[in-house]
């Protein structure tokens, strides 16, 4: 099992920054790709971004490309996703999530919240106007 735990969220201007963090307990982060969603009130789920295991790359929803940057420090057992230039529609609950990676599945797999196996709590991020 892991336990994911989501921290860094807050209240913000439009404009600003807050960096996210995840952090894994109960098993490593190891052959795991580590995505980040979020749900805006009275609205479904949506992918943020998603970083898989070893290199296989970094993606990122059309609406927060060039503004926000996920990495992970594997040795920590901690993602984090850094978010700039941020504004008021990005305001949300975010979500960090966790599934074993494997090499044949293509990149856009990792963009839908049903393939992923564990769940962070979420943490409020409200960017205002």
């Known amino acids: 099992q892991v336990q994911l735990v989501e921290s860094g969220g807050g209240l913000v201007q439009a404009g600003g920054s807050l960096r996210l963090s995840c952090t894994a307990s109960?098993?490593?982060?190891?052959?795991?790709?580590m995505g980040w969603f979020r749900q805006a009130p009275g609205k479904e789920r949506e992918f943020v971004a998603v970083y898989r295991w070893n290199g296989r790359g970094t993606y990122y929803a059309d609406p927060v490309k060039g503004r926000f940057t996920i990495s992970r420090d594997n040795a920590k057992n901690t993602g984090y996703l850094q978010m700039n230039s941020l504004k008021p529609e990005d305001t949300a609950v975010y979500y960090c999530?966790?599934?074993?990676?494997?090499?044949?599945?293509?990149?856009?797999?990792?963009?839908?919240?049903?393939?992923?196996?564990?769940w962070g709590q979420g943490t409020q991020v409200t960017v205002s106007s």
């Open positions: 109960g098993r490593t982060f190891s052959n795991s790709a």
């Open positions: 999530a966790a599934v074993a990676d494997r090499t044949y599945r293509s990149g856009s797999y990792y963009h839908s919240d049903g393939v992923y196996d564990y």
